[in-house]
């Protein structure tokens, strides 16, 4: 069997919480200026009180509203695929799956947060949000999310990447959206990095600091964050607990999972549905992979450090290149978040999963080959979740494991990063671990 597609009645109802079964746990988010526990009452200025609740939960399971279930059954559930013709073309004995959660509205796995953060801000009384976006997948998701709720939305795009992705911009503006390219003259934050640097492609830290001072100037206005937070986690874990259903009617199980890591929600949601298994002595392993270009797991700190430059938001515990971090203008595939989410730092933190860092040449290559075997144009970011399936299934190309990655998105709105690369205009680039200790320099000094 290729493809593996539940009914919608067997959708999961219920979202899966990891946090209570991190070993070690996470530590709290700390107030930016005190240094102390954030309150929740300083988190609502910004956030609804149904995410907070979700953002500082210790149960396993937390219902999925039937607001938010009947949206994501425009959809949902998403097909898990076994990819027969890749496997040919590797060679390899191994079986490998992906889920294909480019399926979405936007080509993206981004709604699933975001139809549920459009949801409880709006059951508040909330009618615009405001968000940063990189490579358009999440600002393009709660444009959709926000009309579908008949709200307004916002959105601070990276410069860089609001000049690779014009299509992003686009879409995002046909579901109602407003796109500035970030940072820009519409904030004071905006107008304090440009004086400084004028030239500057931009960073996610920098839109978040955006995205943050504009909600906190308006009253009828929140902020809604792409990734990196528990509850945005906790919104995606509905791939994961799809795919695993799925393989148990494929009669299989996985070996390996596999997801590529920018803020790392996206890796959180398919592979810690499959986390009790691991902690209940299943033999299984999780890859997160990430850019060389923008190293987190495996070049960055753990420690507190804020998750925008104006150092606005909490102060999270994670594996981070340090606040001010901007990656290089001349890379393509996304993934340029300074930090990881709490969850998947803890888990990278025990062992748990085995973080990579990859190139974007290979990545490309690895992108090109599954278009030409599956038929499906990855996006940029998910290539490297391919590149990673391919590393693992070419290790031994006898040994018959099983490989679980998550498609995450479509690259056909993404073309112009394709062509660059066929012309010969990408290249592979390492950020200078002397950079990197620069930015680290400046984190906050927790006591």
């Known amino acids: 069997m290729k493809k593996i597609v539940l009914r919608e009645d067997e959708m999961p109802r219920q979202w899966y919480n990891v946090v209570p079964d991190i070993p070690g746990g996470i530590k709290p988010s700390l107030d930016p200026v005190t240094h102390e526990p954030v309150s929740a009452e300083k988190l609502g200025a910004i956030f609804p009180e149904g995410l907070l609740e979700q953002e500082m939960s210790q149960e396993r399971f937390i ?51 975001a139809v549920a953060q459009a949801y409880f801000n709006r059951r508040e009384g909330i009618r615009r949000l405001t ?83 504009d909600a906190a100037s308006r009253s009828d206005t929140h902020y809604a964050l792409g990734s990196v937070l528990n509850h945005v986690a906790l919104h995606q874990t509905i791939a994961g607990l799809e795919a695993r259903k799925q393989m148990e009617l494929a009669g299989d199980f996985p ?22 298994d691991y902690l209940n002595g299943r033999k299984i392993r999780f890859v997160g992979c990430e850019p060389a270009s923008c190293p987190t797991l495996t070049s960055g700190r753990l420690a507190y450090d804020a998750g925008d430059v104006a150092m606005m938001t909490p102060l999270l515990f994670m594996y981070t290149l340090g606040h001010d971090f901007v990656p290089p203008g001349l890379h393509a595939g996304g993934l340029r978040y300074h930090g990881m989410a709490p969850v998947i730092s803890a888990l990278t933190r025990e062992g748990i999963v085995e973080p990579m860092a990859l190139q974007q040449l290979e990545c490309f290559q690895a992108g090109l080959l599954f278009a030409r075997t599956e038929g499906i144009i990855p996006a940029p970011e998910s290539t490297h979740a391919i590149r990673g399936a391919i590393i693992e299934a070419t290790r031994d190309l006898k040994e018959p494991k ?46």
């Not at 013709?85 to 399926?103: D, H, M, P, Q």
């Not at 905006?190 to 640097?197: F, N, P």
């Not at 993404?414 to 290249?427: A, E, F, I, K, V």
């Open 63 to 113: 219902p999925i509203p039937e607001e938010v279930l009947d949206i994501y059954a425009i959809w949902r559930p998403s097909p898990l695929v076994r990819a027969n013709k890749l496997e040919e073309a590797l060679g390899t004995k191994a079986r490998i799956y992906f889920k294909n959660e480019s399926v979405s509205p936007v080509g993206s796995h981004k709604p699933n947060s």
């Open 402 to 447: 099983t490989i679980l990655f998550n498609l995450s998105g479509t690259g056909v709105i993404d073309l112009p990063s394709y062509d660059t690369y066929l012309r010969g205009g990408l290249q592979d680039y390492s950020y200078p671990q002397e950079d990197i200790e620069k930015s680290l320099a400046r984190l906050p000094e927790i006591v």
């Open 131 to 213: 968000t940063e976006t990189g490579a358009g997948q999440w600002g393009s998701a709660l444009c959709f999310a926000a009309s579908k709720f008949g709200m307004q939305c916002k959105v601070y795009m990276v410069r860089v990447s609001y000049d690779q992705k014009p299509y992003r911009k686009f879409m995002m503006q046909t579901y109602g959206g407003e796109v500035v390219a970030s940072p820009s003259g519409d904030t004071q934050v905006g107008r304090d990095i440009l004086a400084r640097m004028p030239d500057t492609p931009g960073s996610l830290g920098m839109a978040i600091s955006e995205a943050l001072a």
């Open 255 to 276: 070996d390996v999972v596999i997801g590529c890591c920018g803020g790392g929600s996206n890796f959180a949601g398919l592979m810690t549905p499959f986390v009790p």
